[in-house]
């Protein structure tokens, strides 16, 4: 008896040893690390902020009887997308499936818990990476408010951005960033959104401002931002909140998010200084609203990059991005008569195209060992598979952009009518004014 029992302590003591290396190395795998966890969450606050901070930059651009109207376009964004998201958009987005979009699996937040899903990140909660993902989500749709302000039905913006987010967002996310996405899985590079986001937003506000047409009087009266301050202020919100935006696209408190935070921060210092220089060339003048504008400028441009370029790179990025966007915002626009009237196409869809090419560029393994090298590192092949990305992101978006806006017309009208627009969106779709004088 006593023999068996010890035959048995000891086959238990060899099985518990051969086996606990795997048990310990899986636990290791999937361990969270707290550290990694606290940063994603920070930033997912830094990038929710963004969209108030975006809501200050437009709203100061627009006429003072259609402030609000952006505020609550922005504000209420946040709150529809929020609950889309966690419903069925970060599945539609993210779940594993190859094809088209991920499907349903996730449908209500279901298999996406508190352990680290290792396909996505292997030290913070799969629901850290839910959320932090959600507000860029939340913001893309909010970057097309720019082209079309001052002039669509609430009711219509309503039901064009839960169409958008459904239809157009999530299946292009699912593509770039989701574990079978097919661009994702060519090798495009996208490191916190220069195509998922800005230009695809890009390209939707420029399709949405064509069909829409263009504000009454605009020849006769060019409006100028009713409030120079808040656009400085929306534009310090934005610089903020994009230090989480893409050093917190690492997942982990590690040297690519130091790395991301650096060249973010030096890309956009050169592009306002850029923008400024060419303002002083051809105007006379630099202007505190064209350092803000180019700030922006670099801010996209650096983002598709800010993994995997080092800090020279991102001075070009910068300096160079204020180039596109100023041409295009200066001479391209006026010349070609269209009305994207905060800019949303000449700052993030130029300045997305730019950031991607210039990722096929001046990407270094160095860098980021996960990515890949650009042209100007030997690998020519990834300048085309930034290309194709960038095709496919304006055709996907341009295509299911025209779709959505028209099938809302149909139901519901886009546009306001003239004497609502005279009178100006706050009281006729919202029954408040942003300003009270008193007599």
Same mark, same amino acid.
Not at 109 to 138: C, E, K, R, W
Not at 231 to 246: H, P, Q, R
Not at 296 to 325: D, E, K, N, R, W
């Given at each position: 008896?006593?023999?068996?029992?010890?035959?048995?302590?000891?086959?238990?003591?060899?099985?518990?040893?051969?086996?606990?290396?795997?048990?310990?190395?899986?636990?290791?795998?999937?361990?969270?690390?707290?550290?990694?966890?606290?940063?994603?969450?920070?930033?997912?606050?830094?990038?929710?902020?963004?969209?108030?901070?975006?809501?200050?930059?437009?709203?100061?651009?627009?006429?003072?009887?259609?402030?609000?109207?952006?505020?609550?376009?922005?504000?209420?964004?946040?709150?529809?997308?929020?609950?889309?998201?966690?419903?069925?958009?970060?599945? /539609?987005? @993210?779940?594993?499936?190859?094809?088209?979009?991920?499907? *349903? =699996? +996730? %449908? &209500?937040? $279901?298999?996406?818990?508190?352990?680290?899903?290792?396909?996505?990140?292997?030290?913070?909660?799969?629901?850290?990476?839910?959320?932090?993902?959600?507000?860029?989500?939340?913001?893309?749709?909010?970057?097309?408010?720019?082209?079309?302000?001052?002039?669509?039905?609430?009711?219509?913006?309503?039901?064009?951005?839960?169409?958008?987010?459904?239809?157009?967002?999530?299946?292009?996310?699912?593509?770039?960033?989701?574990?079978?996405?097919?661009?994702?899985?060519?090798?495009?590079?996208?490191?916190?959104?220069?195509?998922?986001?800005?230009?695809?937003?890009?390209?939707?506000?420029?399709?949405?401002?064509?069909?829409?047409?263009?504000?009454?009087?605009?020849?006769?009266?060019?409006?100028?931002?009713?409030? /120079?301050? @808040?656009?400085?202020?929306?534009?310090?919100?934005?610089? *903020? =909140? +994009? %230090? &989480?935006? $893409?050093?917190?696209?690492?997942?982990?408190?590690?040297?690519?998010?130091?790395?991301?935070?650096?060249?973010?921060?030096?890309?956009?210092?050169?592009?306002?200084?850029?923008?400024?220089?060419?303002?002083?060339?051809?105007?006379?003048?630099?202007?505190?609203?064209?350092?803000?504008?180019?700030?922006?400028?670099?801010?996209?441009?650096?983002?598709?990059?800010?993994?995997?370029?080092?800090?020279?790179?991102?001075?070009?990025?910068?300096?160079?991005?204020?180039?596109?966007?100023?041409?295009?915002?200066?001479?391209?626009?006026?010349?070609?008569?269209?009305?994207?009237?905060?800019?949303?196409?000449?700052?993030?869809?130029?300045?997305?195209?730019?950031?991607?090419?210039?990722?096929?560029?001046?990407?270094?393994?160095?860098?980021?060992?996960?990515?890949?090298?650009?042209? *100007?590192?030997?690998?020519?092949?990834?300048?085309?598979?930034?290309?194709?990305?960038?095709?496919?992101?304006?055709?996907?978006?341009?295509?299911?952009?025209?779709?959505?806006?028209?099938?809302?017309?149909?139901?519901?009208?886009?546009?306001?009518?003239?004497?609502?627009?005279?009178?100006?969106?706050?009281?006729?779709?919202?029954?408040?004014?942003?300003?009270?004088?008193?007599?």
């Amino acid at each position: 008896m006593r023999l068996s029992k010890f035959f048995l302590s000891v086959s238990v003591f060899l099985a518990c040893a051969t086996i606990a290396p795997f048990v310990f190395a899986q636990t290791a795998e999937f361990k969270i690390d707290t550290g990694d966890t606290a940063w994603v969450l920070v930033c997912s606050a830094l990038v929710m902020f963004m969209t108030p901070g975006l809501a200050f930059f437009y709203g100061g651009m627009v006429r003072k009887k259609n402030i609000l109207s952006i505020l609550m376009q922005c504000f209420i964004i946040l709150c529809v997308v929020s609950v889309q998201w966690v419903l069925f958009g970060y599945s /539609l987005s @993210f779940a594993p499936v190859e094809g088209f979009w991920g499907g *349903f =699996g +996730w %449908f &209500g937040l $279901n298999g996406v818990g508190f352990t680290p899903y290792a396909d996505y990140s292997s030290t913070i909660p799969h629901q850290a990476f839910m959320i932090f993902q959600a507000m860029f989500a939340i913001i893309t749709p909010a970057l097309i408010i720019g082209a079309f302000a001052e002039r669509m039905k609430f009711s219509a913006f309503l039901l064009f951005t839960i169409l958008w987010i459904t239809f157009v967002y999530d299946p292009l996310c699912h593509w770039v960033w989701a574990m079978g996405g097919w661009l994702r899985n060519l090798g495009a590079l996208d490191f916190a959104g220069g195509t998922v986001v800005h230009i695809n937003a890009g390209i939707a506000a420029i399709v949405t401002a064509l069909l829409i047409g263009r504000r009454k009087n605009l020849d006769s009266n060019i409006p100028a931002p009713h409030n /120079l301050p @808040f656009v400085i202020l929306g534009t310090a919100l934005l610089w *903020f =909140g +994009w %230090f &989480g935006f $893409n050093a917190g696209s690492a997942l982990g408190a590690n040297g690519i998010a130091v790395n991301a935070f650096v060249v973010t921060n030096t890309a956009a210092a050169a592009a306002g200084l850029s923008w400024a220089l060419l303002e002083w060339l051809r105007n006379g003048k630099p202007t505190m609203f064209g350092v803000a504008s180019g700030a922006v400028a670099g801010l996209v441009a650096i983002t598709p990059a800010a993994g995997f370029v080092s800090i020279v790179p991102a001075i070009v990025i910068g300096f160079l991005v204020s180039v596109f966007c100023f041409t295009a915002v200066s001479i391209l626009k006026p010349k070609l008569g269209y009305d994207d009237s905060l800019d949303a196409f000449g700052v993030h869809c130029v300045g997305g195209i730019w950031g991607a090419i210039a990722t096929g560029l001046f990407a270094s393994k160095a860098v980021n060992p996960l990515g890949a090298d650009g042209l *100007f590192f030997g690998n020519p092949k990834q300048l085309l598979v930034q290309l194709l990305a960038v095709v496919v992101t304006i055709l996907f978006s341009a295509i299911g952009t025209l779709v959505i806006y028209k099938v809302v017309d149909i139901l519901v009208g886009m546009r306001v009518n003239e004497k609502e627009e005279l009178i100006g969106l706050d009281l006729t779709q919202h029954r408040e004014r942003a300003y009270t004088v008193l007599e």
